[in-house]
């Protein structure tokens, strides 16, 4: 197999070419683009790229711009770099679809161990071949893919994750801090809201039958019931 394939959208070339030797230095291909629409192009030449690194702010499409015109068309994970820590900015991506959130400045060896780690998440999806079924849910862990009473629904990567830990957990109260030690599997310093973020999004896209399964237990946590 060959070298897993990275796009790296940032308009401040410096930024690039840190980011890109890291990646390189890891044993990652590596493109790049200064801008969205570039971005975009790129994309859509290329149609083996593993993950895009993507940055906010930048002329001609912004960040919230690029990730919407990818979004229509794939679900390949996407970590978004910026120097906002707001928290609009954080809920907005991920509303977007965003499976991470870096904020600048970054540790390189930190933004590299992330996309190591959803790559490996991504190729233990690949590799597996179970089906899990809670109530109206099943869960296509070869396909990635997830159906509500056999309706495909389309989740993010990271909304996937989330969903088939709660059904391979179900009937079990689990707290913030374990969701995130084990979907979120590095050093996480978020807040709930991350959660809580990613179970409303999951829940609306459900439906109301399947997503009134993941139960809120307050001060705590979530537990599916089937």
Not at 53 to 72: F, S
Not at 113 to 120: E, G, T
Not at 126 to 138: H, M, N, R, S, T
Request: glycine letters at 6%; proline letters at 3%; charged letters at 35%.
């Amino acid at each position: 197999m060959g070298r897993a394939k990275i796009l790296v959208v940032d308009d401040e070339s410096r930024m690039r070419t840190l980011v890109r030797d890291f990646l390189v230095k890891s044993d990652y291909d590596v493109l790049e683009a200064e801008d969205g629409r570039k971005a975009v192009d790129i994309f859509f030449e290329n149609k083996d790229i593993a993950l895009v690194l993507l940055d906010v702010m930048m002329p001609n499409m912004d960040g919230w711009e690029t990730l919407k015109e990818i979004r229509q068309y794939s679900q390949v994970p996407i970590i978004m770099l910026t120097a906002r820590g707001e928290e609009r900015d954080e809920l907005q991506g991920f509303k977007l679809g965003v499976d991470e959130y870096i904020t600048k400045p970054f540790s390189p060896k930190i933004l590299v161990a992330r996309v190591d780690a959803v790559l490996r998440r991504v190729g233990a999806a690949a590799e597996g071949d179970a089906v899990f079924v809670c109530g109206p849910i099943k869960i296509d862990t070869v396909a990635h893919q997830v159906y509500v009473e056999d309706k495909p629904v389309e989740l993010s990567f990271k909304e996937f994750e989330l969903l088939e830990y709660f059904v391979k957990n179900k009937g079990i109260a689990l707290s913030r801090e374990k969701i995130l030690n084990n979907v979120w599997d590095y050093d996480y310093f978020g807040e709930a809201r991350t959660i809580d973020t990613h179970v409303k999004k999951l829940r609306s896209k459900l439906g109301t039958k399947a997503g009134d399964m993941i139960k809120t237990i307050w001060g705590m946590g979530y537990k599916m019931e089937e």
